[in-house]
Nanobody
Framework: QVQLVESGGGLVQAGDSLRLSCAAS????????VGWCRQAPGKERELVAG????????YYTGSVKGRFTISRDNAKNTVYLQMNSLNPEDTAVYYC????????????????????WGQGTQVTVSS
């Protein structure tokens, strides 16, 4: 059973940057699509970025385009989320998730298409 562990969250000021990591153990992520989702207080969890197993296609939700960058190092079984120009609206618990299927050709938009989740890492952005 794969385990996903997020790290890199913290408390930062508006305009700062953070780099989140999602490390897999007990299984691989290299042949799966991996997504980053976030859940802010009182809001539904949303998919913010996703990357295919080969990195050939990437998805970003509109509010993070141009500020966040998802990448992966399959040799390290790790996926990253570089977050720049953070603002208070980015405050949330960030989760990484592995897709149900392997070698996907389109990044799934539905969270139901991801079946392995990390425990989350808190990102708090102060104004």
């Amino acid at each position: 059973q794969v385990q996903l562990v997020e790290s890199g969250g913290g408390l930062v000021q508006a305009g700062d940057s953070l780099r989140l990591s999602c490390a897999a153990s007990g299984g691989t992520c290299s042949i799966y699509t991996v997504g980053w989702c976030r859940q802010a207080p009182g809001k539904e969890r949303e998919l913010v970025a996703g990357i295919l197993s080969n990195g050939g296609s990437i998805y970003y939700t509109g509010s993070v385009k141009g500020r966040f960058t998802i990448s992966r190092d399959n040799a390290k079984n790790t996926v990253y989320l570089q977050m720049n120009s953070l603002n208070p609206e980015d405050t949330a618990v960030y989760y990484c998730a592995r897709s149900r299927t392997v070698f996907g050709t389109v990044v799934p938009r539905s969270q139901n298409d991801y079946d392995s989740w990390g425990q989350g890492t808190q990102v708090t952005v102060s104004s």
